[in-house]
């Protein structure tokens, strides 16, 4: 499995920005995409997921109501689109895939397959 991330860019607080991630390869092995974010000097952190197929949709409590994820699975792309970014959501944002694990998790470490990374600034 392939991942691709884009749609990162410099925005003024308020304002909003839509993430993709482009997947490629054994698609058909995912269980769950989750998008993840790394802030300078933080770890990488949970923001949200869902399953490959439908289904249920998660997020960290700091993006709830802002932060919505969606499926075209026609193009085998996921979105994040984010919206009233505030200065603290600025940091590089990685879309990552689930193929053993049937339920969306918030680990890191259980994701076998990453994108490369897109970086997010929000200004004040």
């Known amino acids: 499995v392939q991942l691709q991330a884009s749609g990162g860019g410099l925005v003024q607080a308020g304002g909003s920005l839509r993430l993709s991630c482009a997947t490629s390869g054994r698609t058909f092995s995912i269980y769950a995409m989750g998008w993840f974010r790394q802030a300078p000097g933080k770890e990488r952190e949970f923001v949200g997921g869902?399953?490959?197929?439908?289904?249920?949709?998660y997020y960290t409590d700091s993006v709830k109501g802002r932060f919505t994820i969606s499926r075209d699975n026609a193009k085998n792309t996921v979105y994040l689109q984010m919206n009233s970014l505030k200065p603290e959501d600025t940091a590089v944002y990685y879309c990552?895939?689930?193929?053993?694990?049937?339920?969306?998790?918030?680990?890191?470490?259980?994701?076998?397959?990453w994108g490369q990374g897109t970086l997010v600034t929000v200004s004040s």
């Open positions: 990552a895939a689930q193929t053993t694990i049937v339920v969306v998790s918030t680990t890191s470490s259980e994701y076998e397959y």
């Open positions: 869902t399953y490959w197929n439908g289904g249920s949709t």
